[in-house]
């Protein structure tokens, strides 16, 4: 099995990085927590961190900060919707908290990717 071009590799492996998957998906907008899926997946983070860097070469905090990353600034270019109902969508309880997540991670301001809508 494949994700985002990459081969998964044992079924166990598999599994439960599909799982992890699913779960970002399901709780994306609450849980930016890795703990939180941990407990879900019944799953030490030493195994998790193992499962990732041997198949997909990351960690698993850094798939799922960019995992949520994605979806915010695909918000940002594709809506009209304020900072303060982006936050309440994803769980931040402000806008410079939620800029700094999406700094640390892209390099970039929300503002910058929201300004990339009207470059296109």
Known sequence: MMIEG??????????????????????????KRLDFYLSELNISKWELERMFADVL????????????????TK????????MKALCAQYGFTSASTLTRFVKSTTGMTPSKYRALKYKE
């Open 6 to 31: 990459r081969y998964l590799g044992s079924k166990k492996e598999e599994e439960t990085i599909l799982a992890f998957k699913t779960l970002i998906e399901q709780h994306l907008k609450k849980q």
């Open 75 to 82: 918000d940002l270019t594709t809506t009209e919707m304020p």
């Open 57 to 72: 070469g990351l960690s698993p905090t850094k798939f799922l900060r960019n995992f949520i990353v994605e979806h915010i």
